[in-house]
Structures are given as structure tokens and as C-alpha cells.
């Protein structure tokens, strides 16, 4: 056997009443797709992010080919061939592609031969993408094709990605696989973390499952059933959503001729959108990232507000009605952007509860935080949604991905809403904590209330919604029972054709 590329060798990293990663030990092939596999806070990131120099392991060593590898910083490790695309890109939007590009080199030739080298790459990896294009008006997944290109312009030795398709559309998977199939053709090594087990049995050739830091096994996932993969991850096993149909009720929000202009540069207006949505019932509403998902997430919070007479809940106009008021209500949200605007970073779990669960859960009184109950509220959330973390005390910027992202919903879910809108519900969740969060939406719908989910994750849709809408350049298909629908429609559906529904036949 050749040697490996990368070895890794015993290497531990503790924080603050967690070991992330504990005695890990592996090795990367010259030439091959390796996937990281395990469930939220298992502790990828953590060992990705000692690869790419960003952490320092506290014992264990790497070598790359042969020689001793310990990069203090991403710099050393890009000289050594490491590449890294982050989940969450770092890209300006107001510059252009080649600007971005240049950004993010060391040594950036001058812009004209950049552009030139950007459209070689770009076309001899098949990826599409125009240097001169601004990044503001990019899709997602032509903001990533940047990101890619600009690592590949170092030509690395090893690319890690970081759940690389979950802002993807089906197209730009495939495109993107044939990108990655063909760097491995090359000899190039590429790490890959995601949770899509379907896509990993598509893609790569072996796998490495975490569990609570440790390796605890190693599987061909082209032969391994991705059911077997998950409960491997989480040493159980899974069950699949279920939920009786129950009869749905009154109408509880109303949208007529919902329009409102982008709230941001490079964001989408809102067309003309019509919703009548009952208690008790799951709607679905899919469609490629950036097509009005985050502005229609933001007039049902209250974030932006929106001309008298377009929005009614149980008939009364809240158009105008703030966030607070919305949520004292029952119209709670549960934005797509877990740090930042879900959560503040640097806030404990209790702190963050109060951010949003105060109207309704009675966290404030005569002005005064009841610190107590908040911290109680977060632990229960904690518990309900098994949240992996040392305590409600802990920062946010703390939890591992999924973990927060299990906090955000439940902190929702418990508040007993009666309209949640979920923007990306389970992005970057485990297999069996996605389950959870499915059941508790669920759950909740067959409590009663009504229940938005924005995703881009169709078979998620499919899964759990009573109905299912498209959302197109701002505009709102006209939903249609989710049971029976085709791929084929869901297709037309998302591409936009909205007056080919009558054809389609309405059930
Ligand atoms: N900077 C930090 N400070 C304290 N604890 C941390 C820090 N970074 C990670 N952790 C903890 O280390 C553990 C491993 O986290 P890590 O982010 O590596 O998991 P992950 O497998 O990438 O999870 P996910 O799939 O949810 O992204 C978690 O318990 C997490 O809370």
C-alpha cells in the first residue's frame, strides 16, 4: 500500500466540560473521498478545523506524506496542500468574483490574469461561473463554486468540505460530484463532512464514524445501507416520523396580495403572495435558496413590516404589529441563520432564551428578568430536545452546529405557538435529532397550531407537510396536497410555472 496522505495519530482536543475529540486516529489515501460521519457535536468540525491549523489539538500528532504536520495557523496549512470550504462563505457581496478570488489569495496575481485563471479553472472543472459576475446577485451554489475555485487555485493536496451540499439545488449537487470525482481522477484527497448519507453512498469511497469524539468505526458507505451508517453515529436505533391525519381548522393566518420590495441589496421582493393557512396543518414551502424564503420568513416575524390589509391573524391585521407583539400572539419564527440571528453568539443558552421566550413564557415582570425562570425554561428545552452541552450557562458560539440548531426550535416549539414559520429546520442536524425536530413540527400541528416550514430539503417537505408550495422569484405557487406529488411537479412547481398548475390537474 502507498503511503497516506494525512495520518493521524491519537489526536485529543478537550474544552470546558467536553473532550470534542478524544484519542482520534485515521488515515487519508492519496486520491480518495473520505467522509467524516457522526451525529451533532461529535466532533467533525473540531477535527477538520486541527487539519485546516485553526485549532491546536492537545495531544496526537499528524503527518502529511510522511513528514511531521502541526500548522499553528490556516496559513501553514494551505502551504502544505490543505484546502477548506467552510459552510458558511465569506464572500463580499458588493465585489465581483474575481475580487473575491483575489481576497482570499496570499499572493493574488494582478486582477486580469486572475480572471483569466478563474475561467481556465472554472472551465476545466466544470464548474460554472463568470469572474466578472458581482457576488451579490450569485446563487448559492455559484457562491460556493467561488469559494471551490478559489481553493483550487492553490491546488491543494486535500480539500475539506464542510456539508458542502446543503444549500445546494439537485443540479448543483451533481455538478458539483462531478467536480469532486475529477479532482479524485487527479490524485487529489478530498475530506467530506455532511449528514446526507444518500449523497455519501453516491460519492465516497470509505467513511469515518464519530461518536462523542472517538472513532468508532470505519465503513465503505457504497456497501453499507445509509440506515446502518446512521445508527452506527448514534449507537441506536432510528425511527421514522408518523402522525395521524387529523381534520385541520379556521384559518388562522391569511396573506392577500403580500408584496413588499427587498429589504436589502441583493435581496428578493416579495410578489403578490396568497395564503389562507389553517390550524392544525404542516405547509411545506420549498424552492433554491435566495427566491424570497428569508424575506417571507421576515414579514410573518415582523422583522420588516408590510402595507395595511396583507397579512391577518385570526382576521385581525398585523401588518404593522412588531416582533414582541407578534410573538405575545403566538406568531413565533425560527430563523434560518442559527448564529447571529437566531442566537447571539456570545450569549449563554439562558440569556438567549430570554431573547425570545420572554412574552410568553412570563420571563419578565414589571420590567424585571426573571433570570430563574429563563434558565429553567432553557433547561427544559435542553432536555426535551436532547441539546448536547455542559449547561444552560454555556455561550451559544459554544454548541456545535446541529446542537444550537436543536435549541433555536425547541426554544420555539415550547412556547406552545400558534403559527410557527421554520426556516431550514434541521439544516446541519443529525439523522436522528432531525427525526426529533420533524416528530416534535409534527407534534405540534396535531396540537393544533399551524405550521410554516421553509426548506430547502425536499424529502423533508415530503415527509412532513399537508401541503406544498413553491417560492419562485418572490412569488408564491398556489399550494397543492404534498401526498402524490410527483417529482416531475415539484419540478414545475419550483421552476416557477405558475400558471401551468391548472394543467397540472388540483386534487
Ligand atoms: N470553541 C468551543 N468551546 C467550547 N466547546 C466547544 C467549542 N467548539 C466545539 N465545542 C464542543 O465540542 C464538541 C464537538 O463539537 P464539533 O463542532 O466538533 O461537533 P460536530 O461533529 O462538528 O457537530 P455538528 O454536526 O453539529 O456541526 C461539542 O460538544 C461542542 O459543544
Not at 480572471?115 to 463568470?130: F, H, M
Not at 452546529?401 to 443529525?430: A, M, Y
Request: aromatic share 4%; with cysteine; charged share 25%.
Amino acid at each position: 500500500m502507498s503511503e497516506p496522505l494525512l495520518k493521524l495519530d491519537g489526536l485529543t482536543k478537550a474544552y470546558p466540560g467536553v473532550v470534542a475529540n478524544a484519542d482520534v486516529s485515521f488515515e487519508i489515501a492519496k486520491g480518495e473521498v473520505h467522509a467524516l460521519l457522526g451525529e451533532n457535536g461529535a466532533g467533525k468540525s473540531t477535527l477538520v478545523k486541527t487539519i485546516y491549523g485553526l485549532v491546536q489539538p492537545d495531544r496526537g500528532e499528524m503527518r502529511m506524506n510522511g513528514a511531521a504536520f502541526a500548522p499553528a495557523e490556516p496559513r501553514a496549512a494551505r502551504a502544505a496542500g490543505v484546502a477548506m470550504v467552510f459552510q458558511h462563505f465569506s464572500l463580499f457581496d458588493a465585489l465581483n468574483v474575481a475580487e473575491n478570488v483575489a481576497l482570499g489569495m496570499e499572493n493574488p496575481p494582478p486582477l486580469g490574469q486572475l480572471a483569466q485563471q478563474i475561467r481556465e479553472v472554472s472551465r476545466s472543472y466544470g464548474l460554472p461561473l463568470d469572474p466578472s459576475r458581482t457576488v451579490g446577485d450569485l446563487s448559492a451554489g455559484e457562491r460556493q463554486r467561488v469559494e471551490i475555485i478559489r481553493c483550487l487555485l492553490q491546488e491543494p493536496r486535500l480539500l475539506i468540505m464542510d456539508e458542502p451540499t446543503s444549500v445546494l439545488t439537485p443540479q448543483e449537487v451533481e455538478i458539483l460530484f462531478e467536480t469532486l470525482r475529477k479532482l479524485r481522477a487527479e490524485g487529489v484527497s478530498i475530506l467530506y463532512i455532511s449528514h446526507k448519507l444518500e449523497e455519501i453512498r453516491a460519492l465516497c469511497d470509505t467513511a469515518t464514524i464519530l461518536r462523542q469524539g472517538r472513532v468508532v468505526g470505519k465503513c465503505d458507505p457504497k456497501t453499507t445501507a445509509a440506515r446502518d451508517m446512521a445508527e452506527q453515529m448514534v449507537g441506536a436505533t432510528l425511527s421514522t416520523p408518523s402522525r395521524s391525519l387529523g381534520a385541520t381548522g379556521e384559518v388562522v393566518l391569511e396573506l392577500k396580495g403580500l408584496s413588499a420590495p427587498a429589504p436589502r441589496a441583493f435581496g428578493t421582493a416579495l410578489r403578490d403572495i396568497d395564503l389562507e393557512l389553517r390550524a392544525g396543518e404542516v405547509l411545506g414551502i420549498g424552492g433554491v435558496a435566495g427566491n424570497g424564503q428569508d424575506e417571507l420568513a421576515m414579514a410573518l416575524s415582523g422583522e420588516m413590516a408590510t402595507a395595511p390589509g396583507m397579512i391577518r391573524f385570526k382576521g385581525r391585521e398585523i401588518g404593522r404589529l412588531g416582533v414582541t407583539a407578534r410573538r405575545r400572539i403566538g406568531l413565533l419564527c425560527a430563523p434560518e441563520e442559527r448564529m447571529g440571528h437566531a442566537a447571539v453568539p456570545d450569549m449563554s443558552l439562558t440569556e438567549n432564551a430570554m431573547l425570545t421566550a420572554g412574552p410568553r413564557e412570563d420571563l419578565v415582570r414589571h420590567g424585571f428578568l426573571r433570570w430563574g425562570r429563563a434558565k429553567g425554561y432553557a433547561e427544559k428545552v435542553i432536555e426535551t430536545f436532547d441539546v448536547r452541552t455542559p449547561g444552560a450557562g454555556t455561550a451559544a458560539r459554544a454548541l456545535s452546529g446541529g446542537n444550537l440548531q436543536k435549541f433555536v426550535i425547541g426554544r420555539e416549539i415550547l412556547q406552545r405557538p400558534e403559527i410557527l414559520v421554520v426556516n431550514q429546520p434541521t439544516w446541519g442536524v443529525d439523522a436522528m435529532a432531525a427525526a426529533t425536530i420533524r416528530q416534535a413540527l409534527l407534534d405540534l400541528a396535531e396540537r393544533g397550531a399551524a405550521v410554516i416550514v421553509i426548506s430547502q430539503d425536499l424529502d423533508e417537505l415530503m415527509e412532513i407537510s399537508d401541503r406544498f408550495a413553491a417560492l419562485n422569484a418572490g412569488r408564491l405557487g398556489a399550494p397543492r396536497p404534498a401526498e402524490g406529488l410527483g417529482l416531475h411537479e415539484i419540478g414545475m412547481m419550483l421552476g416557477g410555472a405558475h400558471d401551468m398548475e391548472p394543467a397540472l390537474g388540483e386534487s
